[in-house]
């Protein structure tokens, strides 16, 4: 029933290993995103997919690399993970890339040790 | 860089009172506006969209939009200890672009 899953929920790590997040959406939605919440609760965009192509990379290391196998799944894979990657990620989807709004997962908190 | 503005608060209001949340923009050209609420450790739900100016209505919660001043705000009526959470305002950029940009919210405190 869950419209927007992420997996996992929690994941710590050591410094400069690598990880993945997944995220999956059954809404029919053609849009998906990527959002980071730092500790201040700040969400900023980092990606956005429409039907499995790129549309939006806002200024992001490129050891950030977003995956989308098809319309309803958009990955996020993390190399060499910094301290400073520790945070809440979001992914949310939208009926398209037009003005509509979004409908997040559940988040992955991200802790770097 | 286009910016959104909340103050972060806390805004603390009694029960039954009404909660008035502010938000500025900075891009003239955004054209859909949308208010979020998010509880501790929990993801941001939907709570109103407003696309003119004016207000918009939807039971406790009334949207305003004056894109001549960029602005939004958010007036929650009859509030409620559950009510208490962030609120993030959130705007999308126009010119076919629609690039989302959230405030940095502003937290809502309801005390019986």
């Known amino acids: 029933d869950t419209a927007v899953s992420q997996t996992p929920k929690y994941l710590v790590t050591q410094m400069g290993n690598d990880k993945s997040i997944k995220c999956e959406q059954n809404?029919?939605?053609?849009?998906m995103y990527w959002y980071k919440q730092d500790s201040k609760k700040f969400l900023k965009i980092m990606f956005s997919y429409n039907n499995k192509e790129l549309i939006i990379n806002e200024t992001v290391p490129n050891r950030f690399s977003p995956k989308s196998p098809d319309k309803a799944h958009l990955n996020l894979h993390i190399n060499s993970l910094e301290l400073g990657d520790s945070a809440v990620y979001f992914c949310?989807?939208?009926?398209?890339?037009?003005?509509?709004?979004?409908?997040f997962g559940d988040g992955t908190r991200l802790s770097i040790l | 860089q286009k910016e959104v503005e909340q103050n972060s608060g806390p805004l603390s209001v009694p029960e039954g009172a009404i909660a008035s949340l502010n938000c500025t923009y900075s891009?003239?050209?955004?054209?859909?506006f949308f208010w979020y609420r998010q509880y501790s450790g929990k993801s941001p739900e939907l709570i109103m969209s407003?696309?003119?100016?004016g207000d918009k209505e939807d039971g406790r919660f009334t949207a305003q939009l004056n894109k001549a001043s960029q602005y939004v705000s958010l007036l929650i009526r009859d509030s409620q200890p559950s009510d208490s959470a962030t609120y993030l305002c959130?705007?999308?950029?126009?010119?076919?672009?629609?690039?989302?940009?959230f405030g940095r919210g502003t937290s809502l405190i309801v005390h019986p």
């Open positions: 891009d003239r050209g955004s054209q859909s």
């Open positions: 959130a705007v999308n950029e126009g010119g076919g672009s629609y690039i989302p940009t």
């Open positions: 809404l029919g939605h053609d849009t």
């Open positions: 949310a989807s939208s009926p398209d890339s037009s003005n509509q709004p979004q409908h």
């Open positions: 407003i696309y003119s100016n």
